[in-house]
């Protein structure tokens, strides 16, 4: 059930971490913190210090600290006109709702105290929220799961929150079909997506219970996997195939069992969400559209793209650490068709992983690459790795061992950490960015190389003209990014604690957020559009679909102009990525009477692109003639736009009007 070996390895890594931790004199180099610009709030701090070289970064929450729970930033309450807001949950099971300026709109108790028995760094609370509108009417709710990773009597399910008071909407119970004792946790985060079209979103998550569940938007079942193991892997949501339906893709594990012919390992599964069986039970080994087995268990969760721009979709996933003695089990990334599970390729990585890919163009080439954190403690050494692939090369662009600024690193920054990429600067390049240690270290996207305050161990916080993201005790979680207060740049946000006036750790938890990188990272300028965010959370996106939507060319619906006799007009028509990712383009044109003319004829890598386009009139009138020019962007489908120029001797003045389409 590939849990124990899991749960031991996160206490040797804790201890580890906390007995290499000392004091240091100066703390004061640090990013700033998000706070309301005028007076009123004070902002993501904590006021008076709590020792004497504190920083006031960090807000204290009211119960304990997050753990292996991530921040996720969104419209929560339904008004966009006030920004957004964070929701996070801590371990004691409370889940919290800030608005931009870290004031509290609501905290709700969903797990109720109960007797596990277990260790303050174990949590009642190992999801993710997700937040959507349930019911397609623009009103938000967070979803989350709770329960804990070990057999107790506590409860475990799935809550869905009113988004603007964290009033509780329903509860789905886990555990009823369960044959493994009370074993009933929801580590899993939740996916939410309307999958069938209906405009209203359906919900899916794994459990502990050895079943892989999807809720209708009320939260009743439409049907539930018989897994027959235990369920780490978030869901992904995706069009894989050609029906209008979502396809839901997950990893799961597998224990051996000569009676049901498993091994040990785990498996990777594509289902086809627009299923309604009678008792509502898929059975194991049913059902599913494709599946294929690994000799690792599938802690990791699968991330959706077209990686190579052809117009079909790709899967990129991790695999986990629970078989450790096998030799190379589940030191790679895989990648895999999405319509067929067929193996692309196999990244290696330099250790097994529990992490969920990241995806991107990190170096500004037009292509997507893939990131993911690799553990060092199966591996035999007290570090991690993070490291990036070009999706057909099975050697890394780049591999990079961080530190945080107390000069310490963590052998198991994998434990459901994932890295976030995002422009933090708003210079054009991508940053990926990741919960180590102590920190939330920053690295460069086309190198790996760190940009944040690199500790030397007798040299603590040798930062020179760095800065760090320091929050005092071991941070486990994937941090969150995004434009909270709607100011155009962007946030970074994670939860975590302190370490107290006494070393020792304090009981609350604490919610860190910083801001304004621009000019404090260091980063190179790049292509991308400024504070673009590919993957700014856990799981891609609010909704934790983990799919990334191929960008498309913003360009005019068509070309018009009205002209009198023997004239001309220039005008400039703007193209663009919808994400804001670079790309390269040419035009061709469909121009028999050579009445127009468009300058340069192609454009090199950026995320927009200017071209003058000059349209003559006959000298004859009246006439009318049509044409057509065709885009063909480097890293999206071609676009053909109709030109179309009317002379009429009539009229007095000359117009050109593009019609312009988003």
Known sequence: MHRRRYFQGLLICILLVLTTW??????????????????????????PPLRGDDIPAGLPLAGVRPYRSSPTIADIDGNLSNGKEVVIAGSD?????????????WQTLVVPPCNDGLPPFDSRINSTPAVGAL?????????????????????????????????????????????????????SAPALADTDGNGTLEVAFGAFDRNLYLLEANGTLRWRYEAFDTVWSSPAFANIDADPQLELIVGTDITGNAQVGTSNGGY?????????????????????IWRNFYNQTIYSSPAVADLDRNGSLEVVIGSGCFYNNNVGAGRWVKVLDAASGNEISTLNAMGCSRSSPAVGDIDDDGQLEIVNISNGQFSG????????????????????????????????????NSVVIADLDGNGSLEVALAYSFDVVVLRGDTGVQLTCAGVPGNL???????????????????????????????????????????????????????????LLGSPAGKHRPYSAPWPMFRGNASHTAFLRSPTLQAPAQLDALLQPNTQRSSTIKLSSSDGSPFSWTLSETDPANRFSLT???????????????????????????????????????????????????????????????
């Open 135 to 187: 019911y397609g009417n623009g009103v938000p709710f967070v979803v989350i799961g709770y329960g804990t990773v070990a057999n107790t009597n506590c409860p475990g399910g799935v809550v869905a929150l009113f988004g603007d008071t964290g009033i509780e909407h329903w509860r789905y119970i886990v555990g009823k079909f369960a044959v493994n004792g009370n074993l009933d946790g929801v580590a």
């Open 600 to 662: 340069p004829a192609s454009g090199g890598l950026n995320y927009q692109a200017s071209v003058q386009v000059t349209l003559s009139a006959s000298n004859s009138a009246p006439t009318s003639y049509d044409g057509s020019v065709t885009i063909q962007p480097s890293t999206m489908p071609a676009k053909t736009i109709p030109v179309n120029i009317v002379t009429s001797s009539a009229q007095r003045f000359t117009f050109f009007i593009p019609a312009l389409r988003q």
């Open 268 to 288: 990777v599964y594509a289902f086809d969400t627009n299923q309604y069986p009678s008792d509502k039970i898929i059975h194991f080994g049913t059902g599913y």
């Open 381 to 416: 050494v007290n570090f991690s790795w993070v490291q990036a692939w070009d999706f057909n090369n099975p050697n890394p662009k780049w591999t990079t061992v961080p530190v945080d600024s107390m000069g310490n690193h963590d052998p198991n920054a994998d434990d459901l």
């Open 22 to 47: 000392t004091a240091s004199a100066s703390y004061v180099n640090y990013f700033p913190i998000q706070a309301e610009p005028t007076s009123g709030s004070p902002g993501f701090k904590h006021d």
């Open 93 to 105: 099971g409370i889940v919290y709702a800030y608005n931009r300026y870290g004031q509290l709109l």
């Open 461 to 519: 916080l040798a930062c020179g003209n760095t800065r760090s993201l320091f929050t005092w005790m071991v941070l486990k979680a994937t941090p969150a990014i995004g434009d909270m207060d709607g100011d155009g740049d962007l946030e970074i946000v994670v939860g975590g604690h302190h370490a107290g006036a006494d070393y020792s750790g304090t009981p609350n938890g604490y919610l860190y957020a910083w801001t304004n990188f621009a000019g």
